[in-house]
């Protein structure tokens, strides 16, 4: 069973940043995509940000421009920096994570942006 432990999350004012952290229990090189979505109060869960084989990264349009996603092979840790954070980015962000069985979520950090 893999496990995620996201970090990173707070309260921030708008124009802020922030970088979440994934770590999994086990070597990223088996998922076949690696990504971040987020939960806002009353809304659907979404995809912010994935990376996927070969490195290829998918933003969605509201924080394209603001957001990096990235991995770190060697600490097993996949990474969301934010910058320019704005109130509509507050949410849950959950990490997510996809190997050839399975589809793997972490328990969420909670991301707060005020004006």
């Known amino acids: 069973q893999v496990q995620l432990v996201e970090s990173g999350g707070g309260s921030v004012q708008a124009g802020g940043s922030l970088r979440l952290s994934c770590i999994t229990s086990t070597s990223i090189y088996r998922f076949i995509t690696m990504g971040w979505y987020r939960q806002a109060p009353g809304k659907s869960r979404e995809l912010v940000a994935q990376i996927a084989a070969g490195d290829e990264q998918t933003y969605s349009d509201s924080v394209k421009g603001r957001f990096t996603i990235s991995t770190d092979n060697a600490k097993n840790t996949m990474y969301l920096q934010m910058n320019s954070l704005k109130p509509e980015d507050t949410a849950v962000y959950y990490c997510?994570?996809?190997?050839?069985?399975?589809?793997?979520w972490g328990q969420g950090t909670q991301v707060t942006v005020f004006s």
């Open positions: 997510r994570v996809i190997d050839v069985s399975m589809i793997h």
